[in-house]
């Protein structure tokens, strides 16, 4: 939950339009600490530790703190309550954290149990975890990079299992595609399994056709830097691409393509080969400047 420093800025709203527009379960993790103008740092509901940022450095650092001596009695309440909760919707949507839970003599679950059950519930689509913040104070940021980590399936876990053609191979999706004026076309990917290097030949399996890498770059938000070698579950741009569109799958070869191809159609993988399938465009047009003197301008109000 973004923007939780702004004016009538409400969490527990928040919560329940995830609820009921999103179809999800909502699982906050995090408790804000005031809202709004208020909004000072938020408690981790699994550790119970009180986060706080430094704004003379622009929220860069992050700071824990003791719970007791920094929250008022009712905000601790509070906070107490949420733990409850949270501790009571995973039991609800697991038996065997229900069973550790009766079984402890607090009738609770310790922070190392409530990570590793919300790490279950995440891998299964039961739960969404929650996490709180304020990105333009950078109020949050730091948390929300270590839940990604704590909960979310790494590439090892989330290998294209179905496809063995593919494991340990290249393979790749293309899911965007952007123009520069000193690079060309520049082909951002996500690495599914593999690694990528410059200088290497690959082969696009939805446009049966061979692409030769020119130079890597790491993604660093606006800033490209270039690499070596790009391995699964990153995101690359790759430079030198002619013919790869977004929602193109890149392999290793036509070789490893035309099994996986075979695979796919007997495991009932080829929707992932498909990649994406675009509706034709209702309206079409193409803007075009008289002169390369006029470019400029017309990036300017295209942008």
């Known amino acids: 939950m ?8 409400n969490f527990t709203n928040a919560i329940e ?7 999800a379960i909502p699982l906050p993790v995090q408790y804000p600490l005031g809202m709004g103008k208020e909004f000072t740092g938020v408690c981790d509901l699994v550790t119970m530790d009180i986060l706080k940022w430094n704004q003379s450095n622009c929220g860069y650092e992050c700071e824990a703190v003791d719970s007791c001596m920094s929250v008022s009695q009712d905000m601790l309440n509070e906070v107490k309550l949420a733990r409850s909760r949270l501790i009571e919707e995973v039991a609800m949507h697991s ?4 069973a550790k ?24 689509c039961s739960v969404v975890p929650v996490l709180c913040g304020s990105a333009l104070k950078n109020k949050g940021i730091q948390p929300l990079m270590d839940a990604m980590l704590y909960f979310l399936p790494s590439p090892a876990h989330r290998r294209a299992n179905h496809l063995p053609a593919v494991v340990h191979k290249l393979c790749a999706f293309v899911f965007k595609v952007i123009h520069s004026h000193q690079r060309g076309p520049v082909v951002f990917v996500r690495l599914y399994s593999g690694c990528l290097r410059p200088h290497s030949n690959i082969y696009n399996m939805s446009r049966k056709c061979r692409e030769r890498v020119n130079r890597l770059l790491q993604v660093f938000a606006d800033e490209l830097k270039e690499v070596t070698e790009m391995t699964e579950g ?8 002619k013919n790869t569109y977004t929602g193109d799958v890149l392999v ?8 996986a191809e075979k695979e796919g159609a007997m495991t009932g993988g080829e929707h992932f080969l498909k990649g994406l399938e675009a509706p034709e465009p209702v309206f079409f047009r193409t803007i075009e400047t008289f002169s390369a003197v006029e470019q400029q301008g017309e990036n300017n109000t295209v942008s």
């Open 2 to 9: 973004n923007k939780m420093d702004r004016s009538n800025a």
């Open 17 to 23: 339009s995830v609820r009921n527009k999103l179809c």
């Open 234 to 241: 990153n995101i690359a741009a790759i430079v030198g691409l």
């Open 252 to 259: 290793t070869s036509a070789d490893v393509a035309s099994a």
């Open 101 to 124: 839970m009766f079984a402890a003599e607090d009738n609770t679950l310790s922070p190392d149990e409530l990570l590793y059950f919300i790490r279950k519930l995440t891998h299964s």
């Open 95 to 98: 038996n065997e954290a229900m």
